[in-house]
């Protein structure tokens, strides 16, 4: 009897995984390679693509190499990654570094877009509003500080598509990048003329867009010299990560939530008729007819991370003896530390925010500061604030009549029980918990499948899926956190114009540099 099996990759802001899986969703074999997001000036977020690129073919030929699987028995494969980051090409080569989705650079741009534009107009025609994840104003700073490399574009992808077209050879966007940049309409499905015509963009450099599971291309030759596939192993067009997230949790009726803690945060909310929201984003569900109001954050696991890299040395070096991640080590130093973390509050906005405040100038506060409060205050205001954010777009939903039924919390996060909890008490209701959630790649994976009829329905993806457990909020610390929210919401209404004055402070400061040069 021959054996069927699905690939999925997953191109993540600090590093892609390659996963293999049978069609229950066992992990045969599974390879992460860590890659780099560089941020050379503020509000900067950039990776390489080629690097993207040079783990992917190291992952698949390390899943080939660990589980022995005949690359002919893998029947599929899907890609998914960050969205909209932006890869311009000449020749099917990448002119410079992409340009992230939370690169936060072009504020300028954006307020020059919004009174070129009616904004209503535009709200109505792509579903969003235009901000510092749209692509719009990231093009018109390119041809403003890069016009050379503005005029040698000749297409226009994102991070899976790229993944694709070295796969392939064929160059093809997925209907969510599509949808996420900005510039394409969202009941018409198609380009909105206007918009690229503005922004000096020729149809022709945007490739042909498909659904998430339909089959765009085929693995080259040449990419199965390097990777050891088989040469014309069938790819889908693949999705954005945070859908392939919101499939393997099983989003699919109305009022299912997934939380994702990952570098950045989403929220991920199904619905079955289209609602738009300009403090929010909207993404087409992998499901036909199906969409997800989907709320990201610019940073909250990437906070964590850089916290615990730059302050936490000890207790890492410490918990590598113990054989445990310095996160491990610093959850248990934290939970017993009361709600606010003894009056901390910190606004997680290291790389301006995203919904729903859209404001790129915002930025990370911390606010309370005593000589009592140490590193481990620090570091469960960071899981607090990150909780708040969180928060802040369920009362969104649910000023808009959007009732949360069934809450997920999923992805390298999650992991932490501790943040789980946190979530729970913050939020108020039950918290279905996912500690070891098989994440994106294998959400592509199974895409793949349905692309390939490995599978008859999407329900078919409950195979994958397994509940850990169900965290049940604690009453007194859900009132004491909901002081805490009001606080944090206040905060930012204080300093929202302090912050457009630091911008302002940093610009003069460039020019000084610039003047003396």
């Given at each position: 009897m021959s054996r069927a099996f699905l690939l999925g990759i997953d191109v993540g802001t600090t590093s892609t995984k390659v996963s293999l899986c049978d069609l229950d969703g066992k992990v045969i074999a599974e390879v992460s390679e860590e890659q780099h997001l560089e941020s050379r000036?503020?509000?900067?977020?950039?990776?390489?693509?080629n690097q993207w690129w040079e783990n992917a073919v190291r992952g698949i030929q390390r899943n080939l190499a660990v589980s022995k699987v005949d690359p002919s028995e893998i029947k599929g494969i899907g890609v998914t990654g960050m969205v909209p980051a932006m890869v311009l090409l000449n020749q099917g080569v990448p002119l410079r570094p992409s340009i992230q989705q939370n690169d936060a650079r072009?504020?300028?741009?954006?307020?020059?877009?919004?009174?070129?534009?009616?904004?209503?107009?535009?709200?109505?025609r792509t579903g969003g509003s235009i901000n510092q994840q749209t692509l719009g104003p990231k093009l018109k700073w390119l041809e403003k500080h890069e016009p050379n490399t503005f005029s040698r574009i000749q297409a226009i992808v994102g991070s899976y598509d790229y993944v694709n077209y070295r796969l392939s050879g064929t160059l093809s966007l997925e209907a969510n990048w599509a949808l996420e940049s900005g510039l394409y309409d969202i009941a018409k499905r198609d380009w909105i003329d206007e918009l690229l015509k503005l922004l000096?963009?020729?149809?022709?450099?945007?490739?042909?867009?498909?659904?998430?599971?339909?089959?765009?291309?085929?693995?080259?030759?040449?990419?199965?010299?390097?990777?050891?596939?088989?040469?014309?192993?069938?790819?889908?067009?693949?999705?954005?990560?945070?859908?392939?997230?919101?499939?393997?949790?099983?989003?699919?009726?109305?009022?299912?939530?997934?939380?994702?803690?990952?570098?950045?945060?989403?929220?991920?909310?199904?619905?079955?008729?289209?609602?738009?929201?300009?403090?929010?984003?909207?993404?087409?569900?992998?499901?036909?007819?199906?969409?997800?109001?989907?709320?990201?954050?610019?940073?909250?696991?990437?906070?964590?991370?850089?916290?615990?890299?730059?302050?936490?040395?000890s207790e890492a070096e410490e918990a590598k003896r113990r054989q445990e991640s310095a996160f491990e080590a610093m959850d248990k130093r934290v939970e017993d530390l009361p709600p606010g973390s003894t009056d901390l509050i910190l606004l997680p906005y290291f790389l301006g925010e995203k919904t729903p405040l859209m404001d790129p100038l915002a930025r990370g506060v911390?606010?309370?500061?005593?000589?009592?409060?140490?590193?481990?205050?620090?570091?469960?205001?960071?899981?607090?604030?990150?909780?708040?954010?969180?928060?802040?777009?369920?009362?969104?939903?649910?000023?808009?009549?959007?009732?949360?039924?069934?809450?997920v919390v999923r992805n390298?996060?999650?992991?932490?029980?501790?943040?789980?909890?946190?979530?729970?008490?913050?939020?108020?209701?039950?918290?279905?918990?996912?500690?070891?959630?098989?994440?994106?790649?294998?959400?592509?994976?199974?895409?793949?499948?349905?692309?390939?009829?490995?599978?008859?329905?999407?329900?078919?993806?409950?195979?994958?899926?397994?509940?850990?457990?169900?965290?049940?909020?604690?009453?007194?610390?859900?009132?004491?956190?909901?002081?805490?929210?009001?606080?944090?919401?206040?905060?930012?209404?204080?300093?929202?114009?302090?912050?457009?004055q630091l911008e302002s402070l940093r610009n003069s400061q460039v020019s000084q540099k610039l003047s003396f040069s």
């Open positions: 000036h503020s509000g900067w977020s950039e990776e390489d693509p072009a504020w300028k741009e954006i307020e020059w877009m919004k009174t070129e534009l009616d904004e209503r107009w535009v709200f109505e000096n963009i020729e149809r022709e450099q945007l490739p042909q867009v498909y659904q998430p599971h339909e089959i765009v291309s085929y693995v080259s030759r040449h990419a199965s010299q390097l990777t050891g596939l088989c040469e014309g192993t069938p790819i889908v067009a693949g999705c954005a990560d945070h859908v392939a997230s919101a499939v393997m949790a099983d989003i699919r009726e109305e009022g299912d939530v997934l939380i994702k803690l990952g570098s950045a945060g989403d929220i991920l909310f199904c619905v079955d008729t289209l609602d738009t929201d300009p403090r929010l984003f909207i993404d087409y569900h992998t499901i036909p007819g199906k969409y997800l109001i989907n709320g990201c954050m610019a940073t909250s696991g990437s906070i964590v991370t850089w916290f615990v890299n730059e302050f936490c040395g911390l606010f309370g500061l005593s000589l009592h409060h140490r590193k481990e205050h620090v570091y469960k205001a960071i899981l607090e604030a990150v909780s708040y954010g969180f928060q802040h777009h369920i009362e969104t939903l649910s000023e808009k009549g959007h009732k949360a039924k069934k809450i390298g996060g999650a992991r932490s029980r501790l943040w789980a909890r946190i979530a729970a008490d913050i939020i108020g209701q039950d918290i279905y918990y996912i500690s070891k959630h098989q994440g994106s790649a294998l959400g592509a994976a199974f895409v793949a499948g349905m692309g390939v009829n490995c599978f008859s329905q999407w329900s078919d993806v409950q195979r994958f899926i397994h509940i850990d457990a169900v965290i049940s909020p604690d009453p007194q610390r859900h009132v004491q956190y909901a002081k805490c929210f009001d606080l944090y919401k206040a905060l930012y209404l204080d300093l929202k114009n302090r912050f457009v």
